[in-house]
């Protein structure tokens, strides 16, 4: 059994940075893919960026390129995603994912996803 326990959600002003963290108990985190998904209240769950197992290919969606880092310590079982210049769009629930799989493609969708953690509330103030 895979569980996901994600960290690090907080009030925030725009313009400000937070860094939210995933922690993996797995024996076999290394060939996980990882990724971050958000949900906001009234809208689908929707992609933010994704890592794979090694952490050579990374993948973000478009509003968050530039602004949002995806990172993984393979050694320590986590995943992290660190977040610059936030807009109160931004506000949602930040959910952490993960699938048992070694490829060079960064899962996007969030069916190839097999494992969900229970989320973390990110609000961004205007």
């Known amino acids: 059994q895979v569980q996901l326990v994600e960290s690090g959600g907080r009030l925030v002003q725009a313009g400000g940075s937070l860094g939210l963290s995933c922690a993996a108990s797995?024996?076999?985190?290394?060939?996980?893919?990882m990724g971050w998904f958000r949900q906001a209240p009234g809208k689908e769950r929707e992609f933010v960026a994704g890592?794979?197992?090694?952490?050579?290919?990374?993948y973000y969606a478009d509003s968050m390129k530039g602004r949002f880092t995806i990172s993984r310590d393979n050694a320590k079982n986590m995943v992290y995603l660190q977040m610059n210049s936030l807009k109160p769009e931004d506000t949602a629930v930040y959910y952490c994912?993960?699938?048992?799989?070694?490829?060079?493609?960064?899962?996007?969708?969030?069916?190839?996803?097999?494992?969900w953690g229970q989320g973390t509330q990110v609000t961004v103030s205007s």
């Open positions: 994912a993960g699938k048992n799989r070694i490829s060079m493609v960064v899962a996007v969708t969030s069916i190839d996803y097999d494992y």
């Open positions: 797995v024996r076999t985190f290394s060939t996980y893919a």
């Open positions: 890592i794979n197992w090694s952490g050579s290919r990374t």
